[in-house]
């Protein structure tokens, strides 16, 4: 069973404020398809890596957390979530929730045999 990762479309718009991109994942016989905007990740900051300490202690103890605490490309994806919403309390189950799909994605393109292309 091959892992295929593909890259369906880059639209540059000015109204989306980024470059948006259709990306579909397929494991066997499921097929994901996302849509996301692509943006440079920020620069750390002091403030932003606290909230994400924050975030990542409130969550459970699992094997999607630990994936998460332990994958730095996931990490600074965190720290851009905080650096944006983190200033407001209601938003860090949404970062946290976030982090968990992230984790959970990671978790499934690893857990299949075969080639990512």
């Known amino acids: 069973m091959d892992l295929v990762l593909t890259v369906t479309?880059?639209?540059?718009?000015k109204s989306c404020g980024g470059t948006l991109k259709n990306v579909s994942l397929q494991c066997g016989g499921i097929k994901k398809t996302t849509r996301f905007r692509e943006q440079p990740l920020l620069p750390k900051s002091k403030e932003g890596s606290t909230i994400l300490r924050r975030v990542i202690e409130s969550m459970r103890n699992d094997e999607i957390?630990?994936?998460?605490?332990?994958d730095n490309t996931i990490l600074a994806f965190g720290?851009?979530?905080c650096t944006k919403r983190g200033h407001d309390e209601k938003q860090h189950n949404y970062i946290r929730?976030?982090?968990?799909?992230v984790g959970r994605l990671l978790k499934d393109m690893r857990s299949c045999p075969g080639n990512v292309e």
């Open 79 to 81: 720290e851009k979530l």
């Open 9 to 13: 479309g880059i639209t540059r718009r």
């Open 97 to 101: 929730q976030k982090l968990r799909e």
């Open 65 to 70: 957390s630990r994936k998460v605490k332990s």
